[in-house]
């Protein structure tokens, strides 16, 4: 079965979220929301066709010399990923988990819309949520 909806999460305390018509090949969504409001939409617009991306902090590899407030910061992200992980086994949603270094992250905002054409706006959390999704084709399943 082929996955038509596809959203990327970028957790964290502002939580970036996209939505990505693959069929349509275009964002429907793309926008800034707690961690709640997030899950809530998800809730609201699940089915058959959806596949949810988060970034997983947890399959980063080195976090580096970092201070204490940044090392802190980055257990917290590794925490909301395993809530989301968590929250799409609950639900039975299906996931993919995503290594930072395998997602563009941090572009700026004209260069995202240029990219994707999404003309509304967006903080830096969405964009990395989008850039989880942006491009993908609908998303085979083993079913």
């Not at 580096?64 to 909301?80: V, Y």
């Not at 609950?90 to 572009?107: G, H, L, R, W």
């Amino acid at each position: 079965m082929k996955k038509h909806y596809l959203i990327g999460i970028d957790p964290g305390t502002k939580t970036g979220f996209a939505i990505w018509n693959a069929k349509a090949q275009e964002f429907t969504q793309v926008e800034t929301r707690n961690i709640v409001s997030a899950m809530q939409q998800i809730r609201f617009i699940v089915n058959d066709k959806v596949v949810v991306f988060f970034e997983d902090a947890r399959l980063r590899k080195f976090f580096g010399n970092s201070g204490r407030e940044r090392l802190q910061g980055a257990g917290s992200i590794k925490r909301d990923s395993a809530i989301w992980e968590e929250f799409c086994k609950y639900y039975d949603i299906e996931y993919q988990a995503v290594a930072p270094k395998n997602n563009i992250t941090k572009t700026k905002a004209d260069y995202f819309k240029k990219l994707t054409g999404w003309d509304g706006r967006t903080s830096e959390h969405s964009r990395d949520a989008g850039m989880l999704v942006f491009g993908r084709p609908r998303w085979n399943t083993a079913e």
